[in-house]
């Protein structure tokens, strides 16, 4: 599964579309999007001309979406509005109580033996919300796509999950930006002359993490993907191990 991938939340329109072609023709090969986004289109437009054999298009079902025929609609309508003919990845977005589990995962199977989603995972589950899924499920959950940063470090999900062969995404790498500025991390940045957002990806994709971080700004975009050929130090891990709250 390709990391980074390209985040699109809270981004649509032309800045998306934008933003998607410019981290495309970076080299980014993961697009990370989701039904409550409303910018399946504007991530079409960027495909324009893309070779789709080549990207791994993520997308989340609503938790308005999660009864069996509400998916299957959903399914059908994301593969439209993106001009895809199959999604990568389809996640639940976030659990519902209200829709039994067994339900959505049974809808999700039925897009993966039509050929429309490749693989199935959910969003923001916890280790409680996994196993009760796991249980029921006739196609394993490949990935948790959870909030995971220094100061929501997920040790014990991280851990649950590499042990039952689920890939852990992380997303809002940054805090949704709440990051941006923090001393110990601006600290150790300007110790390897990178970007406190290298530090944090880097630091997460140590881990065996995928991440999602999102910009719309064609620097940081190529800053983000510049964190394979350099390693922490130890005692700098230990220190963003620190900032967990
Ligand atoms: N499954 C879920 O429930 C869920 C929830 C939230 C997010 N997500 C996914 O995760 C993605 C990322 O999370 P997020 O959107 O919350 O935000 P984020 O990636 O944690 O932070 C984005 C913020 O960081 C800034 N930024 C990005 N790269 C930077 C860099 N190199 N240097 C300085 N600032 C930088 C961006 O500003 P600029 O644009 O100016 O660079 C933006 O303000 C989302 O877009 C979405 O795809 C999933």
Redesign the pocket.
Known sequence: MPSP???????RGSTCTK?VRTALKLGYDHV???DV?GNHQAIRQALQGVDRDKIFITS?VRRGDLHHDDLLKMGDRALSELGIDHLDLL?I??PNRQVPVAETLTAMAELVHQGKVRSIGV??FTIRDLREAQQVTRVPISVN???F?PYNNQRDLLDYCNDHGIVV????????????GDRKLMRIASRYDR????IVLRWLVSKGVVV??????P???A??MDIFDWELEPGDTEAIEALDR
């Open positions: 991938s390209a985040g699109t939340w809270q981004s933003a990370d999007t989701a986004y989340k996640l977005h976030w969003s923001n796509q959870v909030r940063h995404t992380a997303y809002s790498p940054f805090g949704n930006g709440s990051l941006v970007s406190f957002a290298q999602i971080p999102k910009s719309t700004n620097n940081h975009l800053d983000n």
